[in-house]
T-cell receptor
Framework: EPEVTQTPSHQVTQMGQEVILRCVPI?????FYWYRQILGQKVEFLVS????????KSEIFDDQFSVERPDGSNFTLKIRSTKLEDSAMYFC?????????????FGEGSRLTVL | AQTVTQSQPEMSVQEAETVTLSCTYD???????LFWYKQPPSRQMILVIR??????QNATENRFSVNFQKAAKSFSLKISDSQLGDAAMYFC????????????FGKGTKLSVKP
């Protein structure tokens, strides 16, 4: 069964460093998302992406964050200069259908630890 | 702003018994969708069941059913004939009908199933 895959599963980085989290969405999906979950808190929406551009983003997704689909298969989240508060589990998701009722398929997550 | 509340951080059920997980939400919108996602330990979130707000009939998927009370803004999940494989974190989520992907999650309920 097709799955969304994410790498790395766990990354430890120093504050101020750049981090790139990678995701391979399900192959025929056109809509891509990043969510994050800080330990003990809710899963929060970061950004959605369609047709090579951001279609929606949250207040969390500031200038420190960027997304791109560099090669037609990977979907990446870049954090330019990590802060301690960026430590979280980051989930990638994809869907074949846009709009409220569409099912999102999630990856297992990438745990980011900022020291 | 929309919010989703899950008031039960943890629940436990005996195998083969029935359990109900609670979820309430707050919104002023009329067009929206509600979801229950399941996240087994160290695995990705998967969709259990979804409900369109405009449908009065409660959604059902095999052993999983919801009790959707629109006026009360309540969306509980009932798991019948609980199985060991049902042990997981369960997240209630809301999405606006016009949203491009912004799922709003509750904090989750950790369900344990006792043999």
């Amino acid at each position: 069964e097709p799955e969304v895959t994410q790498t790395p599963s766990h990354q430890v980085t120093q504050m101020g460093q750049e981090v790139i989290l990678r995701c391979v969405p399900i192959s025929n999906h056109l809509y891509f998302y990043w969510y994050r979950q800080i330990l003990g808190q809710k899963v929060e929406f970061l950004v959605s992406f369609y047709n090579n551009e951001i279609s929606e983003k949250s207040e969390i997704f500031d200038d420190q964050f960027s997304v791109e689909r560099p090669d037609g298969s990977n979907f990446t989240l870049k954090i330019r200069s990590t802060k301690l508060e960026d430590s979280a589990m980051y989930f990638c998701a994809s869907s074949s259908q846009v709009g409220g009722g569409g099912e999102l398929f999630f990856g297992e997550g990438s745990r980011l630890t900022v020291l | 702003a929309q919010t989703v509340t899950q008031s039960q951080p943890e629940m436990s059920v005996q195998e083969a018994e029935t359990v109900t997980l609670s979820c309430t939400y707050d919104t002023s919108e009329s067009d929206y969708y509600l979801f229950w996602y399941k996240q087994p330990p160290s695995r990705q979130m998967i969709l259990v069941i979804r409900q369109e707000a405009y449908k009065q009939q409660n959604a059902t998927e095999n052993r999983f059913s919801v009790n959707f009370q629109k006026a009360a803004k309540s969306f509980s999940l009932k798991i019948s004939d609980s199985q060991l494989g049902d042990a997981a974190m369960y997240f209630c989520a809301y999405r606006s009908g016009g949203s491009q992907g912004n799922l709003i999650f509750g904090k989750g309920t950790k369900l344990s199933v006792k043999p």
